[in-house]
């Protein structure tokens, strides 16, 4: 005779099912004396039933096993040694009852049942018996119903408890997608353009922002990389702190170290104070590696090495340093031919490359030639105190036809000399293109000293013009001294016949600096 009554009360206290679970098994298992007892759950898609505490599992599809019997049916199921010969072709069913003893059985029997559906299955091998008589146990059915109802409390408790966490999980994810969406927009007044390209471009620098990994930048020259990666820069939690550029193309091979580690007071001749590096200078912030494809080898592996340590060691110094920065770097060139034809060094091109980001060229999406044009002469308008009206509508089609191989800069420019060449109030015709784009190509030599305005007079064509600048007209500095360093070098390089050594040369600079230049100011060589 069972005291099952005795055991309502360990039931009542359990909180989780699992808990309950167990301790039910257990309480039978040692009072009945079972071989072994079993709780199997259906698995969320009811194509497996799991058992509650060794994870073994059973599917059933198959009705190759009595359990997908049971829980087809909703109805008990006692089988002796000879009923599970029938069953034994499924080894896994077979191996978790073991063989029967001549005077053991197996029971099953389905539990809570909800909608026809049945929630679990009881699994009990032991005496035949004992387990045959259980059914009809008035005690131990009463034990039973309140296994059922606490069991059904908690599964509906903790079924709530995991709806909370879901719904919770999902508006902290719909709330950091919004966020996401926000600080994308935020981006809009500063990269232009409403096409498709533009708004996932603006959307993967608001991912890339908030994480810590490093910003790999590609695109075409002009296409708006530095841009890019001043937004990356702005988004970011280290917004406060510096953003640090350097353009690895435009410093000479031998300083660029310099720059970037620093130095210490009688590392070299000239050496006669310490001098911090940009690596120091971008501590908390952003280091900003622009044509890190120029990057010499020498310098690649000691970047590499900040990278992975977090330490450097300046020129001349024999104390390690700390700098905590984030690096983005940007290239033109296809970084992986470089580490094909081993001029870059793979390991650093992975390290660059955790967060890649591509900015698609102007050609890929002339959907942004009309706003960005707008922008631009507003700009010109602003800067200038002018109101240059609108493009006319041949003016637009011809920009909207042209391919722009200088990307975005070159859209700039254009628009900028258009400016110049209208009168105020009036709208820009397709006829103040005509030095620049013809047949939807740029004009050979378009960037050369007749194009290009300086302090908006017109007219000046030749080197001697260089020094004859009307200064009290001009309007914006920085524009003015792009045009009057693009005249000189345009000039010098048809001085040497195109030949850029000797023209470097001749300037006192870097041949890699005059290169950069060229391609920063779009000089072509002639
Ligand atoms: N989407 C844009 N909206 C507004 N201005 C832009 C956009 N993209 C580029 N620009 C402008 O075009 C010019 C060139 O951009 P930027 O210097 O970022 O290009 P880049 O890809 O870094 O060029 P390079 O390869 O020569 O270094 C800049 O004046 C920049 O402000």
Redesign the pocket.
């Known amino acids: 005779m069972h005291n099952w009554l005795a055991y309502v009360t360990d039931l009542a206290r359990e909180r989780r099912t699992t808990d309950l679970q167990s301790r039910f098994i257990q309480i039978l298992v040692s009072e009945l004396k079972l071989r072994k007892g079993m709780l199997l759950v259906p698995s969320c898609d009811g194509r497996q039933l799991v058992c509650h505490s060794s994870g073994e599992s059973w599917s059933v599809t198959d009705f190759d096993t009595p359990f997908a019997h049971v829980l087809q049916n909703a109805t008990t199921k006692h089988l002796v040694a000879e009923d599970i010969v029938y069953w034994q072709s499924n080894r896994a069913f077979s191996k978790a009852i073991g063989d029967l003893g001549l005077f053991e059985a197996v029971s099953i029997r389905p539990l809570i049942r909800h909608d026809r559906h049945v929630k679990l299955l009881l699994c009990l091998i032991g005496d035949d018996q004992t387990l045959s008589s259980l059914w009809n146990d008035a005690s131990f059915l009463q034990v039973l119903d309140v296994f059922e109802h606490q069991w059904s409390l908690l599964n509906e408790m903790e079924g709530e408890e995991s709806n909370r966490r879901a719904l919770k999980a999902s508006l902290t994810d719909i709330e950091k997608q919004t966020r996401q969406q926000e600080r994308a927009a935020s981006l809009s007044s500063?990269?232009?353009?409403d096409s498709t390209l533009?708004r996932r471009l603006r959307e993967q620098i608001a991912n890339a922002a908030s994480s810590q990994l490093s910003v790999l930048v590609q695109?075409e020259?002009?296409?708006?990389?530095?841009?890019v990666a001043r937004a990356v820069h702005d988004l970011s939690p280290r917004r406060h702190q510096p953003f640090i550029p350097i353009n690895c193309a435009a410093i000479p091979e031998h300083l660029l170290e310099s720059e970037l580690f620093g130095y210490e007071k009688g590392a070299f001749s000239g050496a006669n104070i310490d001098k911090e590096g940009l690596i120091a200078q971008a501590n908390g912030g952003t280091l900003f590696l622009?044509?890190i494809g120029d990057m010499p080898m020498s310098l690649q592996a000691k970047l590499l090495r900040v990278l992975e340590l977090g330490t450097f060691r300046p020129v001349g110094g024999s104390r390690e340093r700390q700098s905590d920065f984030r690096l983005v770097s940007?290239t033109?060139v296809h970084l992986l031919d470089n580490v094909k034809t081993g001029s870059f060094r793979q390991d650093l091109y992975y390290r660059l490359l955790q967060y890649p980001i591509h900015?698609p060229s102007l050609a890929q999406r002339k959907e942004d030639v009309r706003q960005?044009s707008y922008?631009f002469l507003d700009r010109f308008n602003h800067q200038h105190g002018t109101r240059v009206g609108e493009l006319q509508p041949d003016a637009l089609d011809m920009l909207l036809s042209y391919s722009f191989p200088g990307n975005?800069?070159e859209l700039?420019h254009l628009i900028e000399y258009a400016c110049a060449q209208t009168p105020d109030r009036e709208s820009i015709s397709i006829a103040t293109f005509s030095g620049r784009i013809s047949n939807g190509q740029p004009v050979s030599g378009s960037s050369n000293v007749q194009s290009m305005p300086i302090g908006y007079t017109n007219g000046a064509s030749t080197a001697d013009s260089v020094l004859n600048i009307d200064a009290a007209s001009i309007a914006d500095l920085k524009q003015a001294l792009h045009d009057f360093e693009q005249r000189i070098i345009t000039d010098r390089l048809s001085q040497f016949d195109g030949d850029k050594s000797k023209a470097a040369d001749s300037l006192g600079i870097p041949r890699r600096t005059l290169t950069y230049k060229c391609?920063?100011l779009e000089i072509k060589a002639p």
Do not use: F, P, Q, Y
């Open positions: 500063t990269l232009i353009g533009m695109g020259t002009g296409s708006g990389k530095e841009l622009d044509e940007a033109h900015v960005l922008h975005v800069r700039k391609r920063k």
